[in-house]
């Protein structure tokens, strides 16, 4: 009996081990199938050559501006299998820009025509590389002439003429006169002129100022710095303030986002003059459409984005999200705008803005 629970527990052990073994050998099997696959997967993935992407971006710009054809352009930036084209070209300009390539540049300005066209521009770039004709300020004509003031009212006294004495003729006539010398001149009559003001007939009316060409305009826009947004994990928001022409809170004012993804929102909302929108990895272009019940005109904000590739480098660099170019591109996938990598602090970017009326 005792040996033959002894050759029990013996065939027990050898079962459980040759179990273990058996599953450990199956799950290795199973983990180099998976991780062979996917790293496979992943050599075999194109890769995107940066340098050859924007050649072939600055030949399509200026195909487009000469041949003004935006659907060829359209096609042959779908060809480049780059995700958002438009945001891409943006990039591209504001890099030439900081390259220092100014207006005059003739690829700048070709990427700016295209973006333009696809309508991937911002204010800054407007700011930079527009060229916006003046116009010309009416000016007023006076309605008469104001009468000269008269050089004097009265009439000179005439100066006194000495008669000559009849000379006998007997008398002999003397070959030559002395003249005295003296050193005072004969007296005039000095006449006082009193000058008579004339005033003009018609005074010109004050001309009133010119009305502004928006009756909202945007004042600031900050982005915020990562310590101001709570580091990577913090805010997504963008925070209005709506004030008056002499900077204080407005209540009542309504903004929409120009895609109306969203419901609009009423200044007052989050405090006085105080409204927010929240991002979810989005951004939204904001105006003013109406003051209490009045419709408005406004200016339109730039995409105020939690996505980095659409906020740009230097201004990822000025909050402090990156020390440099190099290292931006380096946290980015592959140096193209790493869209759905997470790169940064992707999702988690935060906006200021402030609409002011302007009256």
Same mark, same amino acid.
């Given at each position: 009996?005792?040996?033959?629970?002894?050759?029990?527990?013996?065939?027990?052990?050898?079962?459980?081990?040759?179990?273990?073994?058996?599953?450990?050998?199956?799950?290795?099997?199973?983990?180099?199938?998976?991780?062979?696959?996917?790293?496979?997967?992943?050599?075999?993935?194109?890769?995107?050559?940066?340098?050859?992407?924007?050649?072939?971006?600055?030949?399509?710009?200026?195909?487009?501006?000469?041949?003004?054809?935006?659907?060829?352009?359209?096609?042959?930036?779908?060809?480049?299998?780059?995700?958002?084209?438009?945001?891409?070209?943006?990039?591209?300009?504001?890099?030439?820009?900081?390259?220092?390539?100014?207006?005059?540049?003739?690829?700048?300005?070709?990427?700016?025509?295209?973006?333009?066209?696809?309508?991937?521009?911002?204010?800054?770039?407007?700011?930079?590389?527009?060229?916006?004709?003046?116009?010309?300020?009416?000016?007023?004509?006076?309605?008469?002439?104001?009468?000269?003031?008269?050089?004097?009212?009265?009439?000179?006294?005439?100066?006194?003429? @000495?008669?000559?004495?009849?000379?006998?003729?007997?008398?002999?006539?003397?070959?030559?006169?002395?003249?005295?010398?003296?050193?005072?001149?004969? @007296?005039?009559?000095?006449?006082?002129?009193?000058?008579?003001?004339?005033?003009?007939?018609?005074?010109?009316?004050?001309?009133?100022?010119?009305?502004?060409?928006?009756?909202?305009?945007?004042?600031?826009?900050?982005?915020?710095?990562?310590?101001?947004?709570?580091?990577?994990?913090?805010?997504?928001?963008?925070?209005?303030?709506?004030? @008056?022409?002499?900077?204080?809170?407005?209540?009542?004012?309504?903004?929409?986002?120009?895609?109306?993804?969203?419901?609009?929102?009423?200044?007052?909302?989050?405090?006085?003059?105080?409204?927010?929108?929240?991002?979810?990895?989005?951004?939204?272009?904001?105006?003013?459409?109406?003051?209490?019940?009045?419709?408005?005109?406004?200016?339109?904000?730039?995409?105020?984005?939690?996505?980095?590739?659409?906020?740009?480098?230097?201004?990822?660099?000025?909050?402090?999200?990156?020390? @440099?170019?190099?290292?931006?591109?380096?946290?980015?996938?592959?140096?193209?705008?790493?869209?759905?990598?997470?790169?940064?602090?992707?999702?988690?970017?935060?906006?200021?803005?402030?609409?002011?009326?302007?009256?």
């Amino acid at each position: 009996m005792e040996n033959s629970n002894k050759y029990l527990i013996l065939a027990v052990t050898i079962i459980f081990f040759g179990f273990c073994v058996v599953s450990t050998f199956g799950l290795g099997l199973l983990g180099f199938l998976y991780f062979g696959s996917s790293a496979s997967a992943n050599l075999s993935a194109p890769k995107v050559n940066q340098v050859e992407v924007e050649t072939k971006i600055v030949s399509i710009a200026t195909h487009y501006a000469n041949s003004n054809d935006l659907e060829a352009a359209r096609a042959d930036l779908k060809t480049l299998n780059i995700p958002n084209a438009e945001q891409y070209i943006a990039f591209m300009i504001d890099l030439f820009i900081q390259e220092n390539r100014g207006p005059g540049d003739v690829e700048l300005q070709n990427l700016f025509t295209l973006a333009q066209a696809l309508g991937a521009t911002t204010p800054s770039m407007v700011a930079i590389l527009a060229s916006p004709t003046p116009t010309s300020l009416p000016t007023s004509t006076p309605t008469s002439t104001p009468t000269l003031l008269p050089t004097s009212t009265s009439t000179p006294t005439a100066l006194p003429t @000495d008669t000559p004495t009849p000379v006998p003729s007997n008398t002999p006539l003397p070959t030559e006169t002395a003249i005295p010398a003296t050193d005072t001149a004969t @007296d005039i009559p000095i006449v006082k002129v009193t000058p008579v003001p004339v005033q003009p007939t018609n005074t010109p009316e004050p001309t009133a100022p010119p009305k502004p060409a928006f009756d909202f305009v945007i004042s600031r826009v900050h982005f915020q710095t990562m310590p101001e947004n709570g580091g990577c994990r913090g805010a997504h928001n963008i925070f209005v303030t709506v004030v @008056d022409a002499a900077g204080n809170p407005l209540n009542g004012v309504t903004l929409e986002d120009t895609d109306h993804a969203v419901p609009p929102h009423v200044s007052g909302e989050k405090g006085p003059g105080k409204l927010e929108y929240d991002l979810y990895k989005n951004g939204y272009s904001l105006l003013v459409i109406k003051d209490g019940g009045n419709p408005v005109t406004s200016q339109i904000s730039e995409k105020l984005s939690s996505n980095d590739w659409e906020i740009g480098i230097p201004r990822l660099i000025e909050g402090g999200y990156c020390p @440099d170019e190099g290292t931006c591109r380096e946290k980015w996938n592959s140096g193209v705008f790493g869209q759905g990598s997470n790169s940064l602090c992707w999702g988690h970017y935060s906006w200021e803005i402030t609409f002011q009326r302007s009256q």
